[in-house]
């Protein structure tokens, strides 16, 4: 499969998601993930979540902003890493803002606290068992698993896909 396939089959699974897990580092270096509510997903793979500036995850990425972003559902499977920048750009907010958010941030969009939290992806992967790349992918793993040998998976199944500057 093509970069350019690749691309585009790693953003059509992503746009499926409406939540992802954000891989972060904590200040002595070990990770933590945590489910995050996708504000927008971009073109080019940008990744846009809502936070609060008081949340410990904004000082983890204002420490160490390299993150992982993963989305899983039960046949696909998606994954970026990147950096992040922690945006209060107040028009980017008002274009995003989705009422339920006022949960969390009662004085709504104008609210003091709410900050983006923009992943700028470098890399992203991708696992497709949907359609006929996943029966040929079960194929292929039963193949395996008779011949003894090791299961080679087919294009479209995964893919690597470099992201910046795409």
């Known amino acids: ?10 953003l059509d699974i992503m746009k499926d998601f409406d939540n992802a897990m954000l891989v972060t580092q904590r200040p002595e270096g070990t990770l933590r993930g945590r489910p995050m ?15 609060s500036l008081d949340s410990p995850k904004i000082d983890e990425l204002a420490r160490k902003p390299d993150v992982a972003v993963t989305m899983q559902g039960k046949l696909t499977w998606a994954s970026v890493s990147g950096r992040v920048t922690v945006e ?20 709504g969009k104008d609210d003091p606290e709410i900050c983006l939290i923009h992943v700028h992806p470098t890399e992203g ?17 039963a193949r395996a698993l008779v011949s003894g ?7 479209g199944v995964s893919g690597h896909v470099a992201l910046k500057g795409s």
Do not use: C
């Open 37 to 51: 509510r996708v504000a927008s997903l971009e073109e080019d793979g940008t990744v846009y979540f809502v936070a």
């Open 88 to 107: 209060r750009d107040r028009a980017k907010i008002d274009r995003l803002w989705k009422e339920e958010w006022k949960a969390y941030f009662p004085k």
């Open 1 to 10: 499969m093509a970069t350019t396939d690749n691309k585009r089959h790693l």
């Open 125 to 141: 992967e991708f696992w497709d068992n949907n359609g006929t790349e996943g029966v040929q992918y079960v194929l292929e793993v």
């Open 149 to 155: 040998d090791k299961a080679k998976p087919g294009e």
